[in-house]
């Protein structure tokens, strides 16, 4: 691996690292990845972000710095959260760059589970929960696990750029006015998920062998006394979107998992009954970074349904009015 070209320094010193956050999204796209309201990191979400160094004479690696905390402004910017705390590029070495941003809480003691500056890299994995009830913005995005790696990066004047993926996965669901409804009587819906696993602790692994260095792995792994409950899903009422007009649309994110077939697994709320939903006699596989969208029909006198998703990259482009259409 070649060694910086530039030195890393201008003519006052080490160049400051800059980094800046996008989503993993294909070359020459733009839309809305995480949710109808944002393309982006949110204001104020807080990314952590660990660096190795690897000699450019010998190859070999080095922790360079820990658990930089820095603060999202929601446009792509990531900045400290403490002032003047400011990284500086090695002379000559390069760096690689791991950053996550999640719900990550507290441990049993109400130590927090990452201290900035102080935590190494989670290698043996640090514990993220998503929140029982995503019906608000804020919680729907705390709820959400990003993760980035930018390997070999050279010292450069300009932000670098970490693209982050989502870890976990995505619940879409329409709501289509069935017999006896309009898509007003199911404006005021309520969407549950049924009985969900809500933790999930993610570990980071670098290596150390300069052949594999761009092999960066990220598991998931189920944590000891897996919390369970239900989720109420984010709702809104879309005005209008290509060819839907007054359709209710909700959105969740959830801990990868198996769900057994015949669970139900959302139920819908309104006008004082329940409408189920039950997995079909394959069971149902929720695997990370993939989008599962349901479309679901609403009787008046309430009913169960076995449904189907359509499965694809959570970011993967497709028409939106072609599983939202409610003729």
């Not at 403490?82 to 941003?101: D, E, H, S």
């Not at 999930?200 to 990220?218: F, G, Q, S, W």
Request: glycine share 8%; aromatic share 8%.
């Amino acid at each position: 691996m070649a060694a910086a070209t530039n030195g890393g320094t201008t003519e006052g010193g080490p160049l400051e690292i800059r980094l800046a956050a996008t989503l993993d999204t294909p070359a020459g796209e733009d839309w809305n990845t995480r949710s109808f309201d944002a393309t982006n990191l949110i204001n104020g979400d807080t990314v952590y972000v660990w660096t190795d160094m690897v000699n450019g004479s010998s190859q070999a690696i080095s922790e360079y710095f820990k658990a930089w905390a820095l603060q999202a402004n929601g446009v792509g910017g990531l900045n400290t959260l403490v002032a003047g705390n400011t990284k500086l590029f090695p002379a000559t070495n390069v760096l690689n760059f791991y950053a996550i941003c999640g719900n990550f809480g507290r441990d049993a003691n109400d130590d927090p589970l990452i201290t900035a500056e102080t935590t190494p890299l989670p290698t043996d994995g640090v514990k993220h929960t998503v929140l029982s009830d995503q019906s608000t913005e804020v919680a729907y995005y705390k709820s959400d696990l990003l993760y980035a790696a930018k390997i070999a990066q050279e010292p450069v004047a300009e932000a670098v750029q970490l693209a982050f993926r989502h870890m976990l996965s995505r619940i879409q669901i329409v709501l289509v006015a069935g017999n006896g409804m309009t898509a007003s009587d199911l404006s005021e819906a309520t969407v549950t998920l049924n009985d969900l696993k809500r933790q999930v602790i993610m570990k980071v692994a670098n290596t150390t062998d300069p052949e594999l260095r761009t092999d960066i792995v990220t598991t998931l792994v189920e944590p000891t006394s897996c919390p369970h409950g239900d989720i109420v899903v984010k709702r809104q009422v879309v005005g209008s979107l290509d060819n839907v007009t007054n359709s209710v649309y909700a959105d969740a994110i959830v801990v990868p998992q198996d769900i057994a077939a015949g669970t139900t697994l959302i139920k819908v709320s309104y006008m004082g009954r329940d409408t189920e939903y039950k997995v079909g006699a394959n069971g149902l596989s929720l695997e990370s970074g993939k989008r599962y969208r349901f479309r679901l029909i609403a009787d008046r006198i309430g009913a169960t349904y076995t449904v189907t998703p359509t499965i694809d990259n959570w970011t993967a482009v497709n028409a939106d009015e072609m599983w939202m259409e409610t003729d």
